[in-house]
C-alpha cells in the first residue's frame, strides 16, 4: 500500500499484527427462490459434504487479508453510484475504503477495534465513532459490521467456528449445483452453493423470522495469491433485501495475504482539521456523496 501524506491528516503508527487463524468456518443458509433442492444419496452425501466443508475450512486459513483497487457500483434509495476505490481488508475486522475522484481521493473511511474514522480532504473534516453496519452502509455502501464486511468481500463463510460441524443437509439443486444448508442456533439459516471446483459461488441467509437479510454471488475465479496458489473471485455482487440496495465490486489485481502496517486502519487529525463525532455529526458532512467516474 502506498503511504501517503494528506492536508491536514496524518496516521497513527503501529506494529503488524498476525490474525489468528480460526480453525473452521461458518456455513449460511436459505434455498433460493424457485430452486428445488435434491438430498444427495446416503452413499456419497457425507464424503461430499465433507470435501465441500474441507474446503471452506482450508480457504479460511489460507487468506487473511486483501488489498485491491475496484470498481464499485451501488443501487439503491434512488441513487445508482459508479466509483473507483482502494480496498484493504484485514482479518477479522479491519476494513479500509478510499474512494478516488478524477482528481484524488475524495473519501477515506478507515475502520478497526470497533472504532471507525471517515476523513474528508476536500472538507479537511474527520468524522470518528463506533464502528457499525450503518456506518458502513453510508459511506462504504455495505450494510454490514466490519467484520462481517470483511468475509463477504473476502469470499469467506460468514463464521469459522460452524465449520466444525456437520451441515444440515447437504445436496444438489435441480440443476446439479452442490449446496451446504445449515441451521444456527439462533435460527439464522444458511445457504451456500458451489461449482465443480469446490469453490463458493452463492451464499443466502435467512433470519429466524424469515426475512431473507443477504444474498452474495461470486464470480470469475482466477489463481491468485503467493504462487497463484489461491482461486478467488475477482467479482463480488450483494444484495440486501432489507433495504432493496445492491453493490458490486469488480476486482483489478487482488493481493492476497500482503505486507499491511496496522497504522492505515487508523485516522487521526491533523492540528488544523476538524473533528466531528459521528453522533453529533452535522448534515453538510454527513450528507456529501461519492465522486461519480462514470
Aim: proline fraction near 6%; include cysteine; hydrophobic fraction near 40%.
Amino acid at each position: 500500500m502506498t503511504r501517503r501524506s494528506r492536508r491536514g491528516l496524518r496516521r497513527v503508527s503501529r506494529s503488524r499484527r498476525r490474525i489468528p487463524l480460526a480453525a473452521a468456518a461458518c456455513l449460511w443458509v436459505l434455498a433460493g427462490a424457485g430452486c428445488t433442492l435434491q438430498p444427495a444419496a446416503p452413499s456419497a452425501q457425507s464424503q461430499d459434504a465433507a470435501q465441500l466443508g474441507m474446503a471452506l475450512a482450508r480457504r479460511d486459513r489460507q487468506i487473511n487479508s486483501l488489498q485491491t483497487s475496484a470498481i464499485m457500483e451501488y443501487t439503491g434509495g434512488g441513487q445508482h453510484l459508479k466509483v473507483r476505490e482502494r480496498i484493504v481488508v484485514d482479518r477479522p475486522a479491519s476494513v479500509r475504503v478510499e474512494v478516488m475522484s478524477p482528481i484524488g481521493v475524495a473519501l477515506v473511511l478507515a475502520a478497526t477495534g470497533g472504532q471507525v474514522a471517515i476523513f474528508d480532504p476536500a472538507k479537511n473534516t474527520l468524522m470518528q465513532g463506533r464502528a457499525s453496519a450503518a456506518v458502513l452502509d453510508r459511506y462504504a455502501r455495505i450494510p454490514m459490521a466490519p467484520q462481517d464486511a470483511v468475509r463477504l468481500l473476502m469470499s469467506l463463510a460468514p463464521d469459522s467456528a460452524m465449520l466444525a460441524f456437520a451441515p444440515s443437509q447437504y445436496g444438489l439443486t435441480g440443476d446439479n449445483t452442490p449446496y451446504l444448508l445449515y441451521r444456527e442456533p439462533n435460527g439464522v439459516t444458511d445457504y451456500l452453493t458451489f461449482d465443480a471446483s469446490d469453490n463458493l459461488t452463492s451464499l443466502r441467509q435467512t433470519l429466524a423470522n424469515g426475512r431473507e437479510s443477504y444474498e452474495v454471488k461470486y464470480n470469475d475465479y482466477r489463481a491468485s495469491g503467493p504462487g497463484g496458489t489461491i482461486m478467488f473471485p475477482w467479482e463480488v455482487a450483494a444484495s440486501f433485501p432489507g433495504t432493496g440496495a445492491s453493490v458490486k465490486f469488480r476486482y483489478e489485481q487482488p493481493i492476497l495475504d500482503g505486507d499491511i502496517d496496522d497504522s492505515i486502519f487508523t485516522l487521526a487529525p491533523g492540528d488544523d482539521t476538524r473533528t466531528i463525532n459521528l453522533g453529533m455529526a452535522d448534515i453538510r458532512f454527513t450528507d456529501s456523496q461519492p465522486v461519480r467516474t462514470d
